[in-house]
């Protein structure tokens, strides 16, 4: 292959991945809009300059989400992925170790998710509640 034909296979490389994310950009922008309604122009702005994943993120948010502010919101998200953890932890202590005291259920409510993780996996070992929290 002459460096011309690898330049030209190259420059074409290049542009069928621009093509790509400029396509990813319109579906996203797409999505926004037939679920949101006309799009605030810093809204457009943002999908147009964000990087291919972080538009992946906002693509599979837009299922879910109840306001455009959803998608471009961490802090919801995480608020809910936090209760959804924190209820699967407290459901799985009660399964296990019957009604929980008020000590460990305030535990579990201001935990971090690494210590949930930690706990979650301690209920499947440890023999007293007790032993989970310790």
């Given amino acids: 292959m002459t460096t011309a034909e690898r330049l030209m296979a190259q420059g074409r490389a290049e542009g069928m991945a621009e093509g790509e994310m400029r396509g990813q950009r319109e579906v996203l922008l797409l999505l926004l809009e037939a679920k ?4 605030p122009p810093g ?4 999908v147009r ?8 993120v906002w693509a599979r948010r837009v ?3 109840w306001t455009l502010g959803d998608v471009f919101s961490w ?6 992925e936090m209760r959804g953890a ?4 407290t459901g799985l202590l009660k399964t296990r170790f019957g009604e929980l ?3 460990f259920e305030s535990m579990v409510q201001a935990a ?3 210590q949930l993780r930690m706990w979650g996996r301690r209920i499947l070992t440890e023999s007293t509640i007790e032993d989970v929290f310790a």
Avoid: Y
């Fill in 43 to 46: 809204v457009v702005a943002a």
């Fill in 49 to 56: 300059t964000a990087d291919p994943a972080e538009q992946w």
């Fill in 63 to 65: 299922v879910m989400a």
């Fill in 36 to 39: 949101f309604g006309l799009l």
């Fill in 86 to 89: 924190r209820s699967a932890v």
């Fill in 112 to 114: 971090d998710s690494d």
């Fill in 75 to 80: 802090s919801s998200w995480d608020e809910g």
């Fill in 101 to 103: 005291p008020i000590e």
